[in-house]
């Protein structure tokens, strides 16, 4: 997956209002909410995403990650997420990043409208 893809993302509107302001690579240690050591980090200001991925992942990783950090921001950021995803845990998610990844291929905006 190229930064070309990753680009794609930037300024777009996906399935449910939501917008992805930012998608970036980091190679800086990235720390979840729990002071846990994360692969990936989104920021959600009203319905725009911000996402920062760790550097050095393969391309399969990256774009499972992404589905991932997307499926997990829009759930929360909903005010009435479906019913399926209402109780998803980490492993729910990571889980269904890897459905998609298998059904839709590697990720893409309009993949990603296709998974939510």
């Known amino acids: 997956m ?7 993302f930037v300024g777009r509107q996906v399935r449910g209002g939501f917008t992805i302001v930012r998608l970036g690579i980091s190679t800086a240690r990235l720390i979840d909410a ?51 995803v209402r109780s998803f845990n980490e492993g729910d998610f990571e889980r269904a990043a890897y459905q998609a990844q298998e059904k839709f291929g590697e990720v893409s905006p309009a993949n990603v409208d296709l998974m939510l």
């Open 2 to 8: 190229n930064a070309k893809t990753l680009e794609e």
């Open 34 to 84: 729990l002071g846990r050591e994360a692969i990936a980090r989104t920021h959600i200001v009203g319905r725009q995403f911000s996402i920062t991925i760790r550097a050095g992942l393969s391309d399969k990783e990256l774009s499972v990650t992404i589905y991932h950090e997307i499926l997990g921001a829009a759930t929360v950021a909903s005010i009435d997420p479906p019913e399926a």
